[in-house]
C-alpha cells in the first residue's frame, strides 16, 4: 500500500513567482492537511480538506490557497513567493479527523 | 491559544530509557499525537493517544492523562538511529478546529554511543 506521496521533493524559486505543491493521501483517506515547517520548529497548519471542501484555515495570507480534487488528491499554491515562504511543506493524510494522520516526505521549498 | 510545551533538547546513551514529556493547554482535545523526525525528513508516526493510560509498541511507549493535559513518550533500549526530533501534537475537536494538529516544537534527541 502506497502511503502519502508529494511532489515535487524539492523546488527553488525566485521571489515573486507562484509555486504549485501536489499530495496524493493514502489511499480511502479523505481528509488532507497541509503543514509549514521552519527550521527548529514544528509543524505549523495551513490548511485541512475533507472530502473536497476546506475544513479550516491557519494563520496564514491570502497568498496560500488550496483545494482537494474528487479522487482526494490535494495542490498547496503559494503566489508572490517571499524569502520567508522557504520551509519544508508538509501533507497529512487521515481517514477522518479523529484517526491516525501520516505524513508524506515533504517537499523542500527555497526561494532565492 | 493553543500551547504545547516540550524539552528543546534531551540526551541519553545507547541501551538506557528515556521519557520525553509534553504538557498541553489547548481549546479542545481530540487525541494526541507522537512523530519521530530525522534532520531533514518528514514526520514519522509513532503513536496516537485518544484514551487515559499506557500504550506500548515495541522500543516505544506512550502515555496520556487527559485530567493532567500531559503525555510522554518513553524510548527502552535506545539505539543511535533513536538520534532524531520527537514531535508531540494535539489534535483538535472543535467546529472548524476539527481534526487540526498542534504541535510543539520538538526534542531533539541525542543517543551517545
Known amino acids: 500500500d502506497a502511503g502519502v506521496t508529494q511532489s515535487p521533493t524539492h523546488l527553488i524559486k525566485t521571489r515573486g513567482q507562484h509555486v504549485t505543491l501536489r499530495c496524493s493521501p493514502i489511499?480511502?483517506?479523505?481528509?488532507v492537511s497541509w503543514y509549514q515547517q521552519v527550521l527548529g520548529q514544528g509543524p505549523q497548519f495551513i490548511f485541512q480538506?475533507?472530502?473536497?471542501?476546506?475544513?479550516g484555515r491557519g494563520n496564514f495570507p491570502d497568498r496560500f490557497s488550496a483545494r482537494q480534487f474528487p479522487n482526494y488528491s490535494s495542490e498547496l499554491n503559494v503566489n508572490a513567493l517571499l524569502l520567508g515562504d522557504s520551509a519544508l511543506y508538509l501533507c497529512?493524510?487521515?481517514?477522518?479527523?479523529?484517526?491516525?494522520?501520516?505524513f508524506g516526505q515533504g517537499t523542500r521549498l527555497t526561494v532565492v | 491559544g493553543q500551547n504545547i510545551d516540550q524539552p528543546t533538547e534531551m540526551t541519553a546513551t545507547e541501551g538506557a530509557i528515556v521519557q520525553i514529556n509534553c504538557t498541553y493547554q489547548?481549546?479542545?482535545?481530540?487525541?494526541l499525537f507522537w512523530y519521530q523526525q530525522h534532520a531533514g525528513e518528514a514526520p514519522t508516526f509513532l503513536s496516537y493517544?485518544?484514551?487515559?493510560g499506557l500504550e506500548e509498541k515495541g522500543r516505544f511507549s506512550s502515555f496520556l492523562s487527559r485530567s493532567k493535559g500531559y503525555s510522554y513518550l518513553l524510548l527502552k533500549e535506545l539505539q543511535m538511529k533513536d538520534s532524531a526530533s520527537y514531535l508531540c501534537?494535539?489534535?483538535?475537536?472543535?467546529?472548524?478546529?476539527?481534526?487540526?494538529?498542534?504541535f510543539g516544537r520538538g526534542t531533539q534527541l541525542t543517543v551517545w554511543p
Open positions: 497529512a493524510s487521515r481517514y477522518t479527523s479523529n484517526t491516525e494522520a501520516f
Open positions: 489511499s480511502g483517506h479523505k481528509s
Open positions: 480538506y475533507y472530502e473536497k471542501e476546506e475544513r
Open positions: 489547548t481549546s479542545g482535545f481530540n487525541g
Open positions: 493517544n485518544v484514551l487515559d
Open positions: 501534537a494535539v489534535s483538535l475537536d472543535r467546529g472548524s478546529t476539527l481534526g487540526r494538529l498542534y
